[in-house]
């Protein structure tokens, strides 16, 4: 009787904290570990999925904190408070992992589904060609080297040492707004805004640069250049080159043509490896093409994010990114604006997963 009553109670006050940790403690009374696992579980998926649809609501974060505190999750329920006072306009605390972010050994965890490890593992070894055939327009940007005296200076060095970027050029630009764009791979380079020197939040600041950093050091810059079917038909044409027996879906036939003209005097020489490799991250990649883009992007933000930890300071620097000073305030304000922006709502949707709390962990934070 007591069990359905908690039940009833908890059907009848979905968002309830107070109905859903009395059922939670009820079954560990009784040694119900299973039936306390799914509980849990159930409710968490259902926050996650109202979070992915741009719903931040302070019960459903409760709700989440909760369940990993019943699940003895004490650091994950501390990164969905830290969340929540993020989503608010609230300060936060909490600490980032800094450049041990940086490591590979996370990209299992951090790397969005669409980018399997064979895209992940054939960016690495070609996807230098993909900056040759896909180059940054520098013209009119004015860019003078970085001055090594600059309070920027150790970071960036730091950061890039983290990741294996021996020999990086750090460039500063007065066209480009506060921001951190990645250039080139080879060698290792990347543009600041003159702007973004001058910024008031450290962590944001640090949050753009680290971002650009891992996109330099996975070879990706060029798939965040251009909008998502560019970068589709240049990752298509890139793997058909590969594989020329390969025909990709949902690729123009005249825009396919045009980049692997672009793309092939950038071919590495033959290599049956590569080959396999490219056919393999194309039969993964499937018809999720279209999604390369942002996948790539989330990607260098979910690194970023892990390194500075505040999601307050993330909102900012992702509004830097669309010129505007800092993520709008106001407890309404700014979770209609996470709502509404994809690269905001996808990273807060993705700071309360449980991929996220065990990179945490795999770090010791």
Same mark, same amino acid.
């Given at each position: 009787k007591a069990e359905q009553t908690l039940e009833a109670a908890r059907k009848e006050f979905p968002l309830s904290v107070v109905a859903l940790r009395a059922l939670a403690?009820?079954?560990a009374r009784h040694n119900q570990q299973p039936a306390m696992h799914v509980l849990l579980d159930r409710a968490a998926s259902d926050a996650r999925r109202a979070f992915a649809g741009g719903r931040f609501v302070t019960s459903l974060f409760e709700t989440l904190a909760t369940a990993y505190e019943l699940r003895g999750k004490a650091d994950a329920a501390r990164v969905v408070s830290a969340t929540l006072a993020a989503i608010?306009?609230?300060?936060?605390?909490l600490r980032g992992a800094e450049l041990a972010a940086a490591s590979a050994e996370l990209?299992?965890?951090l790397a969005p589904e669409v980018l399997s490890p064979a895209l992940r593992g054939l960016l690495a070894r070609a996807g230098d060609g993909l900056d040759r055939g896909n180059p940054m327009d520098s013209e009119g940007l004015d860019a003078i080297p970085l001055d090594p005296s600059s309070p920027l200076a150790p970071l960036i060095k730091g950061?890039?040492? /983290?990741?294996g970027l021996s020999g990086l050029l750090v460039l500063v630009s007065p066209?480009?707004?506060a921001v951190a764009l990645p250039k080139t791979s080879t060698p290792p380079t990347i543009v600041l805004g003159e702007r973004l020197l001058g910024m008031g939040s450290d962590k944001a600041r640090a949050f753009l640069i680290v971002r650009a950093l891992k996109l330099v050091s996975v070879r990706a810059s060029a798939l965040v250049r251009g909008k998502s079917e560019e970068v589709n038909a240049l990752v298509s044409a890139w793997l058909s080159l590969f594989n020329p027996s390969w025909k990709p879906a949902n690729v123009p036939q005249g825009l396919l043509g045009d980049m692997q003209k672009r793309l092939r005097p950038t071919m590495p020489a033959e290599d049956a490896g590569l080959g396999v490799m490219a056919l393999e991250a194309a039969g993964q990649l499937g018809t999720s093409g279209p999604q390369l883009r942002s996948a790539i992007m989330g990607w260098a933000n979910r690194v970023a994010l892990l390194a500075v930890g505040d999601p307050?300071?993330?909102l900012d620097a992702i509004a830097?990114?669309?010129?505007?000073?800092? /993520?709008p305030h106001g407890a309404e304000e700014r979770p209609a604006w996470a709502a509404r922006n994809a690269e905001a709502r996808d990273l807060m949707t993705f700071s309360v997963s449980d991929a996220y709390a065990e990179a945490r962990s795999r770090l010791g934070l």
């Open positions: 403690e009820f079954f608010s306009d609230q300060p936060s605390d990209d299992d965890l950061a890039g040492n /983290a990741m066209r480009v707004g307050g300071a993330a830097w990114t669309m010129k505007e000073d800092h /993520a």
